[in-house]
């Protein structure tokens, strides 16, 4: 075997082993200087934002650092009357980011059919949840474009009631007051159970990448002492895939204790947004529904899905559409999952 070795030139004309200095010229120097300092603003700014979008800072957008102070920890019930029928359907999406041009990236026509074919098939959605994310930034001509858009969807398909959670981009500049005037009945953290089901509904609050102790503490309480089936509805999913990662809570404590919570008190499906692409995984005795961007993602995918669920069979039916770059053909994908006793 030829054994190499590392040679270095030490003539007077070779620039190995000298021991040179370049002097630079004062304004040479400055704009170095100048370029430096602008590289390290650019990367401290790029991870505050992203650091603030998911979560993990989230109260440097806020005047209040401590979470618990921003997040509802007072359980509201809501009161609701619908069909006594075992067997029902409604429909979830997610990150409509109003305020994000251009606005024709959300599927009007196709989300308009898809009800109305739904129905003709006898699973007309009776309720409608968005699960955050419904504005870009909490403006108020951002709320007032979502209720524009639910108010069209309501009247072209005689949906009546709709629910919602709120999601990080929702408190931007003051927006949560904004959130539960437009988007759901004065509470981010609420329930509701319909008598003639053995399922009760809680919505969390979890736009600032976080539950909160105070939270927790109640929906714990509200969940031992419920003796029905449940569902339970946030922004930020819970359980993690390589796509998702990014987007989840980012205190793995509380991430363990809602799976934990959700094993014990017979919770059998989590429906979560933030994260833009769909997603479903069986997580022990129940499964994460990561409903996907309504608005056109980054990859050119809008996504809404319909659930029919049928309480005496144990069973709920996905019928997920999925829209690539506006075409007018949706793709639709069903499958159904039994839940777990």
Same mark, same amino acid.
């Given at each position: *075997?030829?054994?190499?070795?590392?040679?270095?030139?030490?003539?007077?004309? !070779? #620039?190995? *082993?000298?021991?040179?200095? $370049?002097?630079?010229?004062?304004?040479?120097?400055?704009?170095?200087?100048?370029?430096? #300092?602008?590289?390290?603003?650019?990367?401290? !700014?790029?991870?505050?934002?992203?650091?603030?979008?998911?979560?993990?800072?989230?109260?440097?957008?806020? !005047?209040?650092?401590?979470?618990?102070?921003?997040?509802?920890?007072?359980?509201?019930?809501?009161?609701?009357? @619908?069909?006594?029928?075992?067997?029902?359907?409604?429909?979830?999406?997610?990150?409509?980011?109003?305020?994000?041009?251009?606005?024709?990236?959300?599927?009007?026509?196709?989300?308009?059919?898809?009800?109305? /074919? =739904?129905?003709?098939?006898?699973?007309?959605?009776?309720?409608?949840?968005?699960?955050?994310?419904?504005?870009?930034?909490?403006?108020?001509? =951002?709320?007032?474009? @979502?209720?524009?858009?639910?108010?069209?969807?309501?009247?072209?398909?005689?949906?009546?009631?709709?629910?919602?959670? $709120?999601?990080?981009?929702?408190?931007?500049?003051?927006?949560?007051?904004?959130?539960?005037?437009?988007?759901?009945?004065?509470?981010?953290?609420?329930?509701? !159970?319909?008598?003639?089901?053995?399922?009760?509904?809680?919505?969390?609050?979890? /736009?600032?990448?976080?539950?909160?102790?105070?939270?927790? =503490?109640?929906?714990?309480?509200?969940?031992?002492?419920?003796?029905?089936?449940?569902?339970?509805?946030?922004?930020?999913?819970? /359980?993690?895939?390589?796509?998702?990662?990014?987007?989840?809570?980012?205190?793995?404590?509380?991430?363990i204790k809602i799976l934990s919570l959700a094993d014990k008190n017979d919770v059998d499906l989590l429906f979560v947004g933030h994260s833009h692409e769909a997603r479903f995984d069986e997580i022990g005795s129940f499964a994460q529904v $990561?409903?996907?961007?309504?608005?056109?993602?980054?990859?050119?995918? #809008?996504?809404?899905?319909?659930?029919?669920?049928?309480?005496?069979?144990?069973?709920?039916?996905?019928?997920?559409?999925?829209?690539?770059?506006?075409?007018?053909?949706?793709?639709?994908?069903?499958?159904?999952? #039994?839940?777990?006793?």
């Amino acid at each position: *075997m030829k054994k190499q070795t590392n040679s270095f030139a030490t003539d007077s004309k !070779s #620039c190995f *082993m000298q021991n040179r200095k $370049i002097k630079l010229s004062p304004r040479t120097t400055k704009f170095i200087n100048f370029f430096l #300092c602008f590289i390290c603003i650019f990367k401290f !700014s790029f991870l505050i934002l992203s650091c603030g979008a998911s979560g993990s800072f989230s109260g440097f957008f806020y !005047s209040d650092n401590q979470p618990d102070n921003r997040i509802d920890s007072n359980l509201k019930k809501l009161s609701v009357s @619908f069909p006594s029928a075992k067997t029902y359907t409604f429909l979830i999406f997610s990150d409509l980011h109003f305020g994000v041009k251009p606005e024709n990236n959300l599927p009007y026509t196709q989300l308009e059919a898809s009800i109305l /074919a =739904e129905t003709s098939a006898g699973r007309a959605p009776i309720f409608i949840v968005t699960l955050g994310d419904q504005t870009n930034s909490g403006t108020q001509n =951002e709320y007032e474009q @979502f209720q524009s858009f639910m108010n069209y969807i309501l009247s072209k398909t005689g949906i009546i009631q709709t629910f919602g959670v $709120i999601g990080n981009h929702d408190l931007w500049n003051g927006g949560k007051n904004r959130w539960t005037n437009y988007v759901s009945p004065g509470a981010t953290f609420y329930w509701f !159970s319909q008598d003639s089901w053995n399922r009760s509904f809680y919505f969390l609050d979890s /736009a600032s990448g976080t539950l909160g102790s105070k939270q927790l =503490e109640s929906l714990e309480k509200a969940l031992s002492a419920d003796k029905k089936r449940k569902f339970l509805f946030m922004h930020y999913p819970v /359980a993690s895939h390589e796509d998702t990662a990014y987007f989840m809570l980012a205190d793995s404590r509380e991430k363990i204790k809602i799976l934990s919570l959700a094993d014990k008190n017979d919770v059998d499906l989590l429906f979560v947004g933030h994260s833009h692409e769909a997603r479903f995984d069986e997580i022990g005795s129940f499964a994460q529904v $990561i409903a996907g961007s309504l608005k056109k993602n980054s990859k050119g995918f #809008c996504y809404w899905t319909f659930v029919t669920i049928n309480e005496d069979l144990q069973t709920a039916t996905f019928r997920r559409y999925s829209v690539e770059n506006n075409n007018e053909n949706p793709v639709l994908t069903e499958w159904t999952y #039994c839940f777990v006793h």
